[in-house]
């Protein structure tokens, strides 16, 4: 049972070729990846800032029992922002919340454009809490 030097010498020679096939093919990559890198130091780099939304304003509608959040933000784009209805600030494990999603176009440089969510229906003796979960410009929501 015992393996030839030969073939061993065959086996030494492939694992050779396959590791320089490997090098050759994977190596230029590698170069492209790292020279490709970021941008270089003089080259401006536009950020964009993230939004500043916030709920103003958290109540129940009297005649439909829904919550309603006003929205507010603040920021240049389209946002569409995620809001939490919850029973408490501070929720215990394992506690889902209620979202609702709401839309603010055209929101100018420096200017600050309202909105309102309308969440679920809620239980007459408790206090909502409302709040911003996620707020996102809509053209990244866009394929």
């Known amino acids: ?13 492939l694992v050779g070729l396959v590791t320089l096939a490997g090098l050759l093919v994977f190596a230029p990559l590698g ?20 939004p500043d939304a916030r709920v103003t304003a958290c109540r ?15 920021g240049q784009g389209s946002y569409v922002v995620t809001v939490e209805f ?8 394992g506690t889902r919340a209620s ?3 709401v839309k603010i176009p055209g929101v100018l440089p ?3 454009e309202r909105g309102e969510a309308v969440g679920p229906v809620w239980p007459v003796a408790t206090v909502p809490w409302c709040g911003v979960a996620d707020a996102v410009r809509a053209e990244e929501l866009e394929p």
């Open 1 to 13: 049972m015992g393996v030839s030097t030969s073939a061993l010498k065959w086996q030494g020679w």
């Open 31 to 50: 170069l492209y990846v790292w020279a490709s890198g970021g941008p270089s130091p003089g080259e401006a780099v536009e950020v964009q800032a993230e």
């Open 60 to 74: 129940v509608d009297p005649a439909s029992r829904r919550v309603v959040a006003a929205v507010e933000v603040a």
């Open 86 to 93: 919850r029973d408490q600030e501070h929720p215990g494990p």
């Open 99 to 101: 979202q609702a999603l």
């Open 110 to 112: 420096g200017a600050t």
